[in-house]
């Protein structure tokens, strides 16, 4: 062995490995599937693409696609505990939160679109980790964020004070459409509002039941309320209307509207689900292949469902009963059922379409059906199968379905 070559070469392999470290870090870092994001703490939509979203999470800010993609934006992993999308100017976002090494971040700014981030000011007794915040739509230049109760500044974040307390365990904010002073707060004794900056709270949601989400547009108020589902109502009044009640024992926490689609929305569950409605709330599809899962494909994918499949798993996916007449359990199993009351849900989209393609290994009864359907025709059926599924079940889909066993 020649010892002088091996120890000039050292070097060599170890800038060698570093560098593809590195590499393979970054490249790993840069883009990462939709549901290995933790924590999201903030939605707004790409005002150049629609159909694109901004995720705050705990680890950065990250563009997501409908292919179930997210890409990191910027180089910052700093956990952004609370993010607020500026109403008016599409460029600008704030954001507050912890960098990874500890410590609190202040009152952050972006003018590009989170790909590089400012300190505007420390906050009130700061620096802050807002664990909430919101931009007034009635004037943009108020910004309320909550640090030991609430702060609010008037000039676009540069100066704070504090203002009254807030209800206790306040876990959302949204400031008014209708005037900078009047503001919303959700919390664990429910959905509260303030027309005085924060300095008395009346209950704005009649049930004293937890409020997990609080949204306002120009429109609406959106809430969620724990127990009731997803609610809104028009300021001043509210009126509210229960949008979807079929969210079970899951919540949402963070949503946004698109700026183009006043009934187009986007909401992050607590499971950690990104989910989107259509229809202004009233039904819900998984974020990822929203953008095909149109009304005209389920249905046809519903009639091909009936055409092939209908006749093991039943009319709308019941699943196969022992008296069916064409049952046959010499195998242990008849078909299950394909709507979320067994456990269909416990499959990513991936799976699911894999055992339509394939078939199962385990019973030639469910055989393969790639050589009579094409793949996108199974992903087609899949989007038919999840329309069958209530908001609970695709906020829990997949490997999720664990955190919903209790
Ligand atoms: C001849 C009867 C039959 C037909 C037709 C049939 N299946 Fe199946 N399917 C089964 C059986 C039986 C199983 C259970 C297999 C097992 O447990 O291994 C099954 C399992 C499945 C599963 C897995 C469910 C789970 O929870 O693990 C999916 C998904 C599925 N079928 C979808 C379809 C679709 C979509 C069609 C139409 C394209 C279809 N099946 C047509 C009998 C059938």
Redesign the pocket.
Known sequence: MNIRRLSLSRPWLCLLAVGLATLWSTARAETVALDRLEHIHGLAVDPAQSSRLYLATHSGLFLATPKGLATRVGGSKDDLMSFAAHPKDPEVFYASGHPPGGGNLGVLASRDRGESWQRVSAGVGGPVDFHAMDVSRAEPRTIYGMYKGLQVSGDGGATWRQVGPLPKDTFDLAASARAPEALYAAARGGLFASRDGGGKWTRAFPQPRPATLVHVTDQEVHAFVYGVGFVAGAEPGLGWEVRSAAFGDRFLLHMTVDPDDPNLFHAVADTGTVLTSKDGGRTWVSYAGHDRETPEVVAEAGR??DE??????GAKGVG?RPEDM?A?DD?G??????DDS???W??SDG??AE??LN?????P???P?KEI?SEQ??GN??A??KSLWSPRSLACQGARHMRCMH
């Open positions: 091909l469902y092939i499949c209908k006749s093991c798993h196969e064409y046959n195998y199993v008849v078909a299950p059922p394909l067994a456990h269909g416990h499959h799976n699911l055992t339509i078939g199962s290994p385990r019973n009864r469910m055989m059906f359907i025709d199974a059926l899949v038919y199968l």
